[in-house]
């Protein structure tokens, strides 16, 4: 409906309206909680993850520098 030209919507449009974006607020509501948890769990996997990583790289590290050192000492006889 227009009023001088302006769009007006009703009262039963706006309250339907309303109740509409209450039930999709009500449904974020209820599945939230249970998306925190998935993100809180990957979080902690791929923290677990990196752990790992770095441990495989630092043995590595030491590998390299092992090879390094052989390396010197051959290059010095």
Do not use: N
């Amino acid at each position: 409906m227009r009023v001088v030209g302006i769009p007006v919507q009703s009262a039963q449009g706006l309250i339907g309206g309303a109740l509409a974006d209450l039930a999709a607020i009500a449904r974020l509501a209820r599945i939230a909680p249970a998306q925190l948890e998935r993100i809180l769990e990957l979080g902690e996997e791929m923290a677990s993850i990196g752990q790992d990583v770095l441990e495989i790289a630092e043995r590595l590290d030491g590998r390299a520098d092992a090879a390094l050192a052989l390396g010197q000492r051959l290059d010095e006889r």
